[in-house]
C-alpha cells in the first residue's frame, strides 16, 4: 500500500551532521506511523527513532537520543532522520519503516521491528574517526 524510498546517506567524519530523507508513495502518508531502523554489518537490525502519523510523538533509542533527530512533512509524503554529532558506530544501512494502525487496536511500540509492515531499500551512512 506504500513504497518507501531512503536518500541522504553518504560518508561523513565524526561529529559531522546527515540528513536522510523517506519518500513515501500514495496519498495516505499521513495515516502511517514511521520508523528508523539500522543494520552494520554482522549486526542486527536495530531500532533508532520513530513517529506517530500526526507527528506528536518521537521515539528514540538511547543511542541516539539527543543526537538524531525524527520528523515528517505529511504534506510532502515524507519522513526525516537529522544526525547530528555523528559517530563512527553510526555506520549502517538505515532504513525507512512504516506501518498503518488502521483497523487494529493493538498498540505500536514502533521500537520494534516486527510491528512495521513495509521497509524502504535502505541508504548507507559511514562514519569515519
Known amino acids: 500500500q506504500v513504497q518507501l524510498v531512503e536518500s541522504g546517506g553518504g560518508s561523513v567524519q565524526a561529529g559531522g551532521s546527515l540528513r536522510l530523507s523517506c519518500a513515501a508513495s500514495?496519498?495516505?502518508?499521513?495515516?502511517?506511523?514511521m520508523g528508523w531502523f539500522r543494520q552494520a554489518p554482522g549486526k542486527e537490525r536495530e531500532f533508532v527513532a520513530a513517529?506517530?502519523?500526526?507527528?506528536?510523538?518521537?521515539y528514540y533509542s538511547d543511542s541516539v537520543k539527543g543526537r538524531f533527530t525524527i520528523s515528517r512533512d505529511n504534506a510532502k509524503n515524507t519522513a526525516y532522520l537529522q544526525m547530528n554529532s555523528l559517530k563512527p558506530e553510526d555506520t549502517a544501512v538505515y532504513y525507512c519503516?512504516?506501518?498503518?494502525?488502521?483497523?487494529?487496536?493493538?498498540?505500536?511500540?514502533?521500537?520494534?521491528?516486527?510491528?512495521?509492515?513495509?521497509w524502504g531499500q535502505g541508504t548507507q551512512v559511514t562514519v569515519s574517526s
Open positions: 519503516a512504516a506501518v498503518s494502525p488502521s483497523g487494529t487496536s493493538y498498540y505500536y511500540t514502533l521500537r520494534t521491528a516486527g510491528e512495521y509492515h513495509y
Open positions: 513517529i506517530n502519523r500526526s507527528g506528536g510523538t518521537t
Open positions: 500514495g496519498r495516505t502518508f499521513s495515516t502511517y506511523h
